[in-house]
């Protein structure tokens, strides 16, 4: 998945469906569709810069999605109440005006970045320790609307 932040609070991304990602003959297996889906609406809580967990995903494949096309993907937030965060998505076959193959929408829930440094491996928080800019825009225990 390739993604890249629009203005305001969206983006576009692509993800190429190869021969690792079959399910059916031919095709893209829903379930990585709907993990590719899961990753691209993941990447929105960068845009508002808070730590989120996904609560719930719902996935509708509306057409076949064939293996070697690449779907394009669009993704924005619907809104925010408190720490929930609504967003949705469409993936579009042959180009970003293509017709809607997959429509996926998710709820994430603002957690403080706490949760995940205490269940981060140890070779990864080495890696935080060495480069302290991934984390410069967050506190540790800030927490939205506890």
Known sequence: LVAHAGEGQ??????TVTHDH??????????LLSLA???ALGKLMWLI????VTARLETDFLKPVPMGSTLYI???IAGQVNRKVYTRAEGHLD????????RAAALFVIVPMKHFLENAPQEYL????EHPELLAFVDPDFEINP
């Open 22 to 31: 079959q399910g059916a003959p031919g095709l893209a297996h829903g379930g």
């Open 10 to 15: 969206n983006l576009t991304a692509t993800f």
């Open 95 to 102: 180009g970003f005006d293509g017709p809607v193959a997959v």
């Open 49 to 52: 810069r808070s730590p989120a």
């Open 74 to 76: 669009t993704a924005d």
């Open 126 to 129: 080495k890696h935080l320790r």
């Open 37 to 39: 889906f899961d990753e």
